[in-house]
């Protein structure tokens, strides 16, 4: 079992800045990515990043936010900048391989207006 430890999540004002981390609890996954899920709303994904770098971000967080990884430390980052109140929801940090998926256990992001 792998367990995903989120942080850096919490309440900013609008045009502020967050920075989230995932830790998982072993390393070799091939896509490691954020979610999110707002109320009312389906769970979207925010941004993913493969195993070679290559990143994919929603069209509403682009220019926005940044994702990387540090495969060392087994953890992925999500760099958000100039947040919008619609980016609030409950962010989840997910990772791939080639068996399973996995989640966290998803961190509270509040941005107020």
């Known amino acids: 079992q792998v367990q995903l430890v989120e942080s850096g999540g919490g309440l900013v004002q609008a045009g502020g800045s967050l920075r989230l981390s995932c830790v998982a609890s072993r390393s070799g996954f091939s896509t490691m990515a954020w979610y999110r899920q707002a109320p009312g709303k389906q769970r979207e994904l925010v941004a993913s990043v493969s195993n070679s770098a290559d990143s994919n971000y929603a069209d509403s967080v682009k220019g926005r936010f940044t994702i990387s990884r540090d495969n060392a430390k087994s953890t992925v980052y999500l760099q958000m900048t100039s947040l919008k109140s619609e980016d609030t929801g409950v962010y989840y940090c997910?990772?791939?391989?080639?068996?399973?998926?996995?989640w966290g256990q998803g961190i509270q992001v509040t941005v107020s207006s």
């Open positions: 997910n990772v791939q391989n080639s068996y399973r998926i996995y």
